[in-house]
């Protein structure tokens, strides 16, 4: 499977709207640059995966954009590791995956039954610790490992 990335989304300040781009930078002291959540050191950047954000839309019976998530990168090709202490590689950067995203009631008040439907295998993704930064832009190649 070839995994890319699809979606990248920064939110400048808590709760604001997600804001789309289509690249970014990426640094150890900030996350995704211009993203109010990165200098959170064990939640600096939260990924999605398309075909889990997919699987939560049909469980509701609704298509919803993947930035209704609120994550910062949508990953095409595959699905959450499901487990901690992988590593995401895009490019030269490098980010150490420390926990699943738990959905939050942040979700249900986006489309009701999507915190419930994020809940089985991962669905909601994992979030990250930046452990090298660099650029990264729609259509980069993406690796676990």
């Not at 950047?45 to 889990?52: A, G, Q, T, W």
Request: aromatic content about 2%.
């Amino acid at each position: 499977m070839t995994l890319s990335i699809a979606g990248i989304a920064v939110a400048p300040k808590i709760m604001a709207p997600m804001e789309k781009q289509n690249e970014a930078e990426v640094t150890i002291e900030a996350g995704i640059t211009n993203d109010a959540r990165g200098r959170k050191r064990l939640r600096q950047i939260s990924v999605l995966f398309k075909d889990d954000w997919e699987d939560a839309c049909q469980a509701i019976g609704k298509t919803l954009d993947w930035s209704d998530r609120r994550a910062n990168l949508l990953i095409s090709g595959g699905r959450s590791p499901q487990q901690t202490g992988g590593v995401i590689r895009i490019g030269e950067v490098e980010l150490l995956i420390v926990e699943e995203t738990a959905p939050c009631e942040v979700m249900d008040a986006t489309s009701h039954g999507l915190r419930q439907a994020l809940m089985p295998d991962w669905r909601g993704g994992v979030c990250c610790q930046v452990k090298h930064g660099g650029n990264i832009k729609i259509g980069d190649k993406v690796t676990i490992e």
